[in-house]
């Protein structure tokens, strides 16, 4: 069988705004610069990929930092390689005027989207957290389409990130003449007192005996990226334009205030945190996901530049108001970065 | 390694209306009902399929005709195992108020864009066919970017399909205030004298050792995909919004009238036409593609149903306006089958 020097890359969603770095070292030949092929691939299911790439049947991609655990807790041999996006906002995300929900206690009795199995093991989780029982609310299954669930009022509130579904929701709200507040999210990190300040990056990673076995590739790949973030975040208005030249059905106003609203999270020098890795290691015992002699798998090992140090911990939580970042930990939020001006973009 | 029994599937094309069989399949529990797990995956360059399929880093997929053959003449282990669009028109396509393009003389001097490398090849070989030169026009590799590209005035003229990308201009036309006859295609059928009717029929592929070490795994595959198919051709409205609750970006009228367009080349049967193959094969040799000993890479032993029988050779070849065929070789076009009425999608 004649073999291909093609990198498969399997993304963790449908193409969105916060792969940038991903796509546009492919599309301004840093990947080929870098003498390697590299082939982006979009899950049709977001649950397949830590098996895909945990099975071999895929090389490299992103994934949730929780699934990136729990999937290496299954077996399947996946290792974290670095960190694109630091810990956006994860939540349970409604519309203040119609869900009823107020906080964690008045989820009761309501239907709450999620993504894969998951979401309702941390929804199940939460709720016992809380003195609930996973029979005291319904757990619905709408994979990628949180937004449109709630917009189609199959659901009364659905697990989404601040800078994706909470953007689209706000948006869609403007366009009903209500304020973008009427969205609301409870947010997971602090539901589940995971401390300051978020919960779950977004990480670039790989199967295993690809990594160990293509070491070098493996650097290409991530300096190939690294250049590309470097490019988006001194550009960021060309590299968004050229970007949608390849995603066309992304060039509209909500997909770009999606990515003014990605730009903190952006890790701009790609590792994993280890405190963020502690963190989230320690809530997925919690979860009973892994066991406690459980070896984190992430490595910073093939990005080969200067890190940049990680901040104090103990910090007081940050929070949020439509995008605005207050407080918190500057190191994951990235807070003293100003996203570009969207009429720039 | 832990393993997996998810069968990953690699479309051709982003996710497009023509898809839909294959969603139906997944979306509607055929898969399941089958005994099967399939992930369906879209690539970002559709130029990367056949390598990443025939290197068997995917099991199935889709690919057109002519690339079928070409990847297996490369060395790439693929193999048809069935059809999902026979023949769809493909062509230079053009907008007449400003191309400067009558026919295939007049291209002299153009910029025409082309998807991969085999638009590239058959460009080539059909200017030389017409007395020209490669020389004598702009060859431009523009992805699956064709539209844009003419509507931005990057290219004169590109290669596509009738039922997508001349749909897409249509319309755009229509928006501009101009007629959708303002779009025209010189059909490379007629320009490369191939004979009745059309040019290029997109197939179900294979990586031939996954094909054979799991016959009864692609038997179920193709089973789904044909129950898919049946409910789509007698439910096309339930089926189109059945589909785009998960692909919510194509809940659009232009894509409901790709899917319209593309209804009558659905294939009924699934099954590879041996005159097609026979067409499409003489044709590679012509271009060089593939040695005059090539052996047909396609097979109809994996489908479990009766097949339909092929319309007889000779018929005249069919003419196409704005959709509506006339004449021709019914089998290929189904031309006796309507369109599902835009109002009722």
Known sequence: MVTTEKITCLLNWKATPYHLPLFLASQLGYFTDEGIKVAILEPNDPSDVTEIIGSGKADLGLKAMIHTIAGKARGYDIKSIGTLLDEPFTGVIHLKHKSGITDFHSLRGKRIGYVGEFGKIQLDELTQHFGMTPSDYHAIRVGMNVTDAIIRGDIDA????ENVQQVELEEWSVQQGRSRDDVQMLRIDELAELGCCCFCSILYIGNENFIKNNPEKVEKY?????RATDYMIAHPADAYNTFVKSKTHLDTDIQRKIFQRSFRYFSRDLKNVERDWNKVTAYCKRLDIVGSDFEQNQTNEYLTWPLLPESEPGVEPATVETGVVKGGCTRC?????????????
Chains 1, 2 share one sequence.
């Open 333 to 345: 939020l990235h807070s003293s970065i100003a996203p570009p001006e969207l009429a720039a973009l």
């Open 158 to 161: 659905g697990i989404g990130i």
């Open 222 to 226: 991530l300096r190939a990226i690294k």
